[in-house]
Structure formats: structure tokens, C-alpha cells
């Protein structure tokens, strides 16, 4: 038998193996409950219980206050569901880091991954499709109406989930707890299947949808100061222009820097002949980088969208807020027009 090879984990089975079974118990050579699984065990808690308190304060918000009366809403509705849902699986995986065992079983390793990656693709696929619609909502409205409805946005959000499931097919079909943890069969999984596998992720999950991020939020920007300058700049406008720019870089920022780790850490285990303590540790913390991509949306909207801060405010602290229906904040909106007050991330 060749020498096996430690192999990049796919979205969220999240430990560099090497499945050569002598060695699968020496990949991870750490003294038991050091400093830095105590530590580990700790952020993945963390990140698993802000992930999902941020999200459901989302999807409350919207539910009660908004009723996805809007597209807008609609997107950051299912964002919030899938970011949700994808810090579900975050403590089975973090059971499985701390103890370097899956105790769960064939089933559960096949359901935790798939949805995992289901989840991941829609969180990353709504990400980039609220790209271009705040693009078409305050570029031009009137133009980009008819595509912006509530309907259709909801069968743009339906149609996510199922293109989903596409990716994670081989997740359900290779992945299994035969060999002691959640891991794809080592006589499918040759280098050559790990690169086409990572290849088509890594342009599906990060490279394409960044690529448009950036392509509609820099046309977004161009667009909002070329209006400036051709009318009387006002306090207000200004104002609006650099709150939407301070959205655009944090959200572009945010999501390069939680998810190309992991995939830069993927591609290197494809040219590791040893596995060394440093390299899995560094690939356990990119993993929880990742994750915490998911509990961040919900701090980006309470931080840069009035709408968002006033709700979240009126449904935490009902007593001191007077309760008002959800801004549609760009539905309407005209480049010139200067009363704006906030825009949705």
C-alpha cells in the first residue's frame, strides 16, 4: 500500500486525516484535554451559541415585524435560516476534534455532513444573490422592479436550496464512521478525486460567488459616487454613502477572511506526506474561522443597519421601543433621492 496521505476534509469534517489505518490514532498526537482543545472546546461553543441565538434573533425579527413583506428581507430571512441551521452541526463536529472519534454513528456522520454543506452552499449562495440585489435596489428601482417582489424573491431563495444539494451529493454517497471518524472512504478518496472534489467547491462555495460579490458591490459604490457628484452633496447622502460603503467592505472583508483559509488549508494537505501537530491545529482553527462566518451576518446587520439595530431593539426591549413595521429601506429608492435613512447588509 502507498503511503497514504492526509486528505482536506470538505465543508465541515474538519480534521486532516491520514487514513492509512496505522496511523489514524497518531494523526492527532496531543496530550489528552490540553490547553488547546480546552480552548478549541470553548470557541466552538461559543461560536455555536452566538450563531444560533444571532440567527433566530434575525428570522424572530423578520417573522414578527416584517413578515418577508419585501426581497430584501426575503434573502436575509433565508441567510439567517441557513446560517442557523449550519451551526447545528458544529457540536457534533466539535465532539468528534475533542475526542478524535465519531460517536455517532453511519447515519448521523451521513446527515451531519450533508446538511452542513447544504446549508453552507445556500448561506454563501444568498450572500451573493443580496449582492445583486442591492445592486438593482438602489442603482435603479424602478427598472429592477418587477424582479425585486417578495414572490419572486422567494422562488429565487427555493431554487438556493435546491441547487444545494447538488455539491453534497458526494458527501452522501462516500462519506461514513467506518474508520472511527466522519471521513470519506480512503479507497475512493486518491488525491486525484480530493482535487476535483475541492476544485469544484472552492469555485462554487468561494471564488465565483466573491468574484460577483465584489463585481456588483464595486459598480454599487461607483454608481452611488458619480450621483454625488453630479447633485448637490448633502449631509444626508453623505451619510447614506458611507454607510453603505462601510456594509460593502465589512461584508466582502468578512467573508474572505472566514472562508479562504480553509480552502488554502484544504488544497496544502493535498501536498502534506506528514501530518504535523501545527498543520492540524491551524486546519482546526480555520474550520472554526469558518463557522464563525456564519454567526457574524447577524452582528454585521445589528452594526450597520439602523433598521436592524431599531428592531432588534423593539423586539429585546418591547417596553422601551414603539413597535413599527419594518422598514422597506431601498425599495424605492432614487439615487438622488436623499432620504434615505439605512440600507440592509
Same mark, same amino acid.
Given at each position: 500500500m502507498e503511503t497514504a496521505k492526509p486528505l482536506g476534509m470538505f465543508y465541515d469534517n474538519r480534521s486532516i486525516?491520514?487514513?492509512?489505518?496505522?496511523?489514524?490514532?497518531?494523526?492527532?498526537i496531543q496530550e489528552?484535554?490540553?490547553?488547546?482543545?480546552?480552548?478549541?472546546?470553548?470557541?466552538?461553543?461559543?461560536?455555536?451559541?452566538?450563531?444560533?441565538?444571532?440567527?433566530?434573533?434575525?428570522?424572530?425579527?423578520i417573522l414578527k415585524l416584517d413578515?418577508?413583506?419585501? *426581497?430584501?428581507?426575503? %434573502?436575509? =430571512?433565508? &441567510?439567517?435560516l441557513a446560517d442557523g441551521l449550519f451551526m447545528v452541526g458544529l457540536p457534533f463536529i466539535a465532539i468528534q476534534n475533542f475526542q478524535d472519534q465519531w460517536i455517532f454513528g453511519d447515519a448521523v456522520c451521513k446527515l451531519v455532513m450533508v446538511l452542513d454543506g447544504i446549508n453552507q452552499f445556500t448561506s454563501v449562495f444568498c450572500l451573493t444573490v443580496m449582492s445583486v440585489d442591492r445592486y438593482m435596489a438602489l442603482v435603479d428601482p424602478l427598472r429592477f422592479a418587477r424582479w425585486r417582489t417578495p414572490r419572486r424573491a422567494k422562488i429565487i431563495a427555493a431554487?438556493?436550496?435546491?441547487?444545494?444539494?447538488?455539491?453534497?451529493?458526494?458527501?452522501?454517497?462516500?462519506?461514513?464512521?467506518?474508520?472511527?471518524?466522519?471521513?470519506?472512504?480512503?479507497?475512493?478518496a486518491s488525491d486525484t478525486w480530493w482535487l *476535483?472534489?475541492?476544485? %469544484?467547491? =472552492?469555485? &462554487?462555495?468561494?471564488?465565483?460567488?466573491?468574484?460577483?460579490?465584489?463585481?456588483?458591490?464595486?459598480?454599487?459604490l461607483v454608481t452611488l459616487r458619480n450621483a454625488r457628484q453630479q447633485t448637490s452633496s448633502s449631509m444626508e447622502s453623505q451619510r447614506f454613502e458611507k454607510q453603505v460603503t462601510k456594509m460593502v467592505v465589512a461584508v466582502v472583508l468578512v467573508f474572505g477572511i472566514c472562508w479562504l483559509p480553509f480552502y488554502v488549508f484544504n488544497f496544502c494537505s493535498l501536498h502534506q506526506i506528514d501530518v504535523v501537530l501545527g498543520f492540524t491545529r491551524g486546519f482546526e482553527f480555520v474550520v472554526l474561522l469558518s463557522y464563525s462566518w456564519s454567526c457574524a451576518n447577524p452582528i454585521l446587520y445589528a452594526c450597520l443597519s439602523e433598521t436592524f439595530r431599531r428592531h432588534f431593539h423593539a423586539l429585546l426591549c418591547p417596553h422601551k421601543s414603539t413597535r413599527t413595521h419594518c422598514d422597506r429601506d431601498t425599495e424605492g429608492f432614487v439615487l438622488h433621492d436623499t432620504n434615505v435613512q439605512s440600507v440592509l447588509a
Open positions: 486525516l491520514d487514513l492509512n489505518s496505522a496511523a489514524i490514532n497518531n494523526v492527532y489528552d484535554f490540553d490547553a488547546f482543545s480546552i480552548t478549541m472546546a470553548v470557541l466552538y461553543l461559543a461560536v455555536c451559541i452566538v450563531g444560533l441565538a444571532g440567527n433566530s434573533l434575525v428570522i424572530v425579527t413578515k418577508m413583506s419585501s *426581497a430584501t428581507t426575503v %434573502y436575509i =430571512f433565508n &441567510l439567517a431554487l438556493m436550496w435546491f441547487i444545494s444539494l447538488f455539491p453534497v451529493i458526494p458527501m452522501a454517497i462516500h462519506f461514513s464512521a467506518n474508520y472511527g471518524l466522519c471521513t470519506v472512504d480512503p479507497h475512493v *476535483a472534489f475541492l476544485s %469544484y467547491t =472552492f469555485i &462554487l462555495g468561494f471564488a465565483l460567488p466573491f468574484t460577483v460579490m465584489i463585481v456588483f458591490y464595486t459598480a454599487l
